[in-house]
Protein backbone atom coordinates (compact mmCIF):
# COMPACT_ATOMS: atom_id res chain seq x y z
CA UNK A 1 0.00 0.00 0.00
CA UNK A 2 1.84 3.45 -1.08
CA UNK A 3 -0.34 5.43 1.79
CA UNK A 4 -3.22 6.11 -0.20
CA UNK A 5 -6.34 4.34 1.41
CA UNK A 6 -7.81 1.98 -1.03
CA UNK A 7 -11.64 1.29 -1.73
CA UNK A 8 -11.94 -1.35 -3.78
CA UNK A 9 -9.66 -1.19 -6.95
CA UNK A 10 -9.73 3.16 -6.83
CA UNK A 11 -7.83 4.63 -4.61
CA UNK A 12 -8.92 7.97 -2.92
CA UNK A 13 -5.97 9.73 -4.51
CA UNK A 14 -7.11 8.56 -7.77
CA UNK A 15 -10.25 10.34 -6.95
CA UNK A 16 -8.41 13.99 -6.43
CA UNK A 17 -6.72 13.51 -9.69
CA UNK A 18 -9.62 12.89 -11.26
CA UNK A 19 -11.71 15.57 -9.98
CA UNK A 20 -8.68 17.95 -10.38
CA UNK A 21 -8.05 16.80 -14.64
CA UNK A 22 -11.41 16.53 -14.87
CA UNK A 23 -12.61 19.81 -14.09
CA UNK A 24 -9.71 21.30 -15.95
CA UNK A 25 -10.64 19.88 -18.93
CA UNK A 26 -14.21 20.36 -19.06
CA UNK A 27 -14.96 23.63 -17.13
CA UNK A 28 -14.45 25.72 -20.26
CA UNK A 29 -17.05 23.90 -21.99
CA UNK A 30 -19.79 23.49 -18.91
CA UNK A 31 -19.02 26.87 -17.09
CA UNK A 32 -22.64 28.48 -17.85
CA UNK A 33 -23.62 24.69 -16.02
CA UNK A 34 -21.36 25.56 -13.16
CA UNK A 35 -22.96 28.94 -13.02
CA UNK A 36 -26.50 27.79 -13.35
CA UNK A 37 -26.09 25.00 -10.66
CA UNK A 38 -24.13 27.65 -7.59
CA UNK A 39 -26.90 30.35 -9.15
CA UNK A 40 -29.63 27.73 -7.68
CA UNK A 41 -27.30 26.62 -4.24
CA UNK A 42 -26.95 30.27 -3.87
CA UNK A 43 -30.91 31.05 -4.49
CA UNK A 44 -31.53 28.65 -1.23
CA UNK A 45 -28.43 30.55 1.07
CA UNK A 46 -30.35 33.33 0.09
CA UNK A 47 -33.80 31.85 1.45
CA UNK A 48 -32.88 30.54 4.25
CA UNK A 49 -30.15 33.86 4.96
CA UNK A 50 -33.59 35.94 4.98
CA UNK A 51 -36.49 33.68 6.48
CA UNK A 52 -39.31 36.35 5.78
CA UNK A 53 -38.57 37.06 2.11
CA UNK A 54 -41.76 35.30 0.76
CA UNK A 55 -43.77 37.16 3.46
CA UNK A 56 -42.63 40.60 2.77
CA UNK A 57 -40.87 40.14 -1.14
CA UNK A 58 -44.40 40.81 -3.26
CA UNK A 59 -42.94 39.00 -6.19
CA UNK A 60 -42.73 35.82 -4.22
CA UNK A 61 -46.69 35.53 -2.76
CA UNK A 62 -47.44 33.27 -6.01
CA UNK A 63 -44.51 30.92 -4.87
CA UNK A 64 -45.06 30.58 -1.24
CA UNK A 65 -48.80 29.75 -2.00
CA UNK A 66 -47.46 26.80 -4.00
CA UNK A 67 -45.19 25.76 -0.63
CA UNK A 68 -43.26 27.26 2.21
CA UNK A 69 -40.29 29.42 1.45
CA UNK A 70 -38.43 26.70 4.27
CA UNK A 71 -39.26 24.05 1.89
CA UNK A 72 -37.89 25.94 -1.06
CA UNK A 73 -34.98 26.57 0.35
CA UNK A 74 -34.15 22.57 1.00
CA UNK A 75 -35.36 21.76 -2.56
CA UNK A 76 -32.90 24.15 -4.01
CA UNK A 77 -30.22 23.33 -1.71
CA UNK A 78 -31.03 19.62 -2.46
CA UNK A 79 -31.06 20.51 -6.35
CA UNK A 80 -28.58 23.23 -6.65
CA UNK A 81 -26.06 21.68 -4.54
CA UNK A 82 -26.79 17.88 -6.02
CA UNK A 83 -25.90 19.41 -9.70
CA UNK A 84 -22.50 20.92 -7.98
CA UNK A 85 -21.35 17.76 -6.63
CA UNK A 86 -22.69 15.61 -9.91
CA UNK A 87 -20.77 18.16 -12.17
CA UNK A 88 -17.43 17.76 -9.71
CA UNK A 89 -17.45 13.77 -10.09
CA UNK A 90 -18.96 13.66 -13.54
CA UNK A 91 -17.23 11.01 -15.79
CA UNK A 92 -15.22 8.89 -12.53
CA UNK A 93 -16.70 5.76 -13.60
CA UNK A 94 -17.06 6.21 -17.16
CA UNK A 95 -18.29 9.14 -19.86
CA UNK A 96 -22.15 9.86 -18.43
CA UNK A 97 -23.77 12.80 -19.29
CA UNK A 98 -27.40 11.02 -17.89
CA UNK A 99 -26.84 12.80 -14.23
CA UNK A 100 -25.92 15.79 -15.67
CA UNK A 101 -29.19 15.70 -17.53
CA UNK A 102 -31.08 15.22 -14.87
CA UNK A 103 -29.67 17.81 -12.87
CA UNK A 104 -30.15 19.97 -15.60
CA UNK A 105 -33.55 18.93 -15.91
CA UNK A 106 -34.92 19.44 -12.15
CA UNK A 107 -33.55 22.38 -12.33
CA UNK A 108 -35.35 23.52 -15.07
CA UNK A 109 -38.67 23.21 -12.72
CA UNK A 110 -37.20 25.57 -10.38
CA UNK A 111 -36.58 28.22 -12.81
CA UNK A 112 -39.81 27.75 -14.30
CA UNK A 113 -41.67 27.75 -11.18
CA UNK A 114 -39.56 30.86 -10.23
CA UNK A 115 -40.26 32.43 -13.54
CA UNK A 116 -44.34 31.53 -13.47
CA UNK A 117 -44.10 32.89 -9.82
CA UNK A 118 -42.72 36.44 -10.32
CA UNK A 119 -45.00 36.89 -13.65
CA UNK A 120 -48.46 36.06 -11.68
CA UNK A 121 -47.23 38.21 -8.63
CA UNK A 122 -47.52 41.19 -11.10
CA UNK A 123 -44.89 43.16 -9.47
CA UNK A 124 -43.01 43.09 -12.84
CA UNK A 125 -39.43 42.93 -11.14
CA UNK A 126 -36.10 42.49 -12.78
CA UNK A 127 -36.36 39.21 -11.88
CA UNK A 128 -38.76 39.05 -15.17
CA UNK A 129 -35.40 39.78 -17.20
CA UNK A 130 -32.73 37.23 -15.70
CA UNK A 131 -35.14 34.03 -14.75
CA UNK A 132 -35.92 33.82 -18.73
CA UNK A 133 -33.01 33.50 -20.05
CA UNK A 134 -32.07 31.07 -16.80
CA UNK A 135 -34.71 28.95 -18.24
CA UNK A 136 -33.39 29.13 -21.92
CA UNK A 137 -30.27 27.99 -21.20
CA UNK A 138 -31.04 24.87 -18.46
CA UNK A 139 -33.33 23.80 -21.63
CA UNK A 140 -30.65 24.25 -23.83
CA UNK A 141 -28.16 22.17 -21.22
CA UNK A 142 -30.93 19.60 -20.62
CA UNK A 143 -31.15 18.76 -24.77
CA UNK A 144 -27.38 18.92 -25.15
CA UNK A 145 -26.70 16.42 -22.04
CA UNK A 146 -29.87 14.15 -23.20
CA UNK A 147 -28.23 14.14 -26.82
CA UNK A 148 -24.72 13.24 -25.35
CA UNK A 149 -26.37 10.37 -23.27
CA UNK A 150 -27.67 8.94 -26.38
CA UNK A 151 -24.59 9.39 -28.30
CA UNK A 152 -22.84 7.56 -25.16
CA UNK A 153 -25.40 4.82 -25.12
CA UNK A 154 -25.47 4.15 -28.87
CA UNK A 155 -21.33 4.12 -29.38
CA UNK A 156 -20.00 0.66 -28.98
CA UNK A 157 -17.90 0.27 -25.87
CA UNK A 158 -13.41 0.38 -26.53
CA UNK A 159 -12.04 -2.26 -26.30
Known amino acids: ???????????????????NRSFRKTFDTRVSEWALAAILFLWSVV???NPKLFQEGPSYVK??????????????LMAGGGRLIILLVNGLLRRSPHLRCL????????WFQILIGLMQSGTYATGLAVYPVLLALECYHTIRCARLARAVDTDP???
Do not use: N, Y
Request: net charge negative; glycine share 8%; with cysteine.
Open 1 to 19: MTGIEKSGDRSVGAFFVHV
Open 47 to 49: LHL
Open 63 to 76: MADLMPQHSWAILC
Open 157 to 159: PAE
Open 103 to 110: GSFVSCFF
